[in-house]
């Protein structure tokens, strides 16, 4: 299990600062998106509707795992922050975002498959597109939790993806990664359906990227 992070106000000045690098990035626009991290006390969670860019380190709410919370009211979507870091002792960040080109195939219920070697990333063969829920419901948390087994990233049909890491850090570069993938995606679907790697090599990718710790969000 990884150690939870103390809640203090260098990391409440990571969190902002990996908000706005969200927007900065590309991936993110406005106040959609959010971001949590496990703390001891439980979990650190953006506000609901409060711009980055005038967030500041005490505006970020402190939740527990009952759903009770100080401060601002959290995000709408504290619902699959709570549920993942419950579930995922592996992880003690989770980073939500509507960029455009993974959106995109949100819209479409298409999950990445492995048209590339880089989907390894997310620890399968697929970066998959959870069932569509209503935002910050129950529903949309559960399927969340069933797109995420065994992955470190999902996309959420009609509404964005989800990535998942040890650190803030971790967790912004492989968002970062699943956008990417994503428009190299849309852009080889323009000449057809891309010619997939099959289950055998992706498994030699998978274990490749673990041996030398390629991805990021294995990292802590």
Known sequence: MITPVQDTIDLRREMVATCRSMNWSGNNQG???NLSVR??????????????E????D???????????VGRPPSSEWRFHRDILQKRSDINVVLHCHSVYATTLACHNKA????????????GTTIRCAPYATFGTQALSD??????????????SQHGQISLGVTLESA????????TLSRIYVQALTL????????EEMERVITQMRQIKYSMSQQG
């Open 112 to 123: 990445i498959p492995s048209f590339h070697y880089m989907t390894g990333i997310a620890g």
């Open 59 to 69: 505006d970020l709410v402190e939740m527990h795992f009952d759903g009770s919370y």
């Open 39 to 52: 703390t001891e006390r439980g979990f650190l969670v953006t506000p609901s509707s409060l711009p980055y």
């Open 172 to 179: 912004l570069w492989l968002a970062i990664e699943v956008e």
């Open 143 to 156: 399927n969340a939790i069933v797109a995420l087994e065994d992955r470190l990233a999902c996309l959420l």
């Open 192 to 199: 057809g359906e891309p010619p997939i790697l099959s289950d």
């Open 54 to 57: 005038s967030m500041q380190p």
């Open 31 to 33: 106040t959609s998106g």
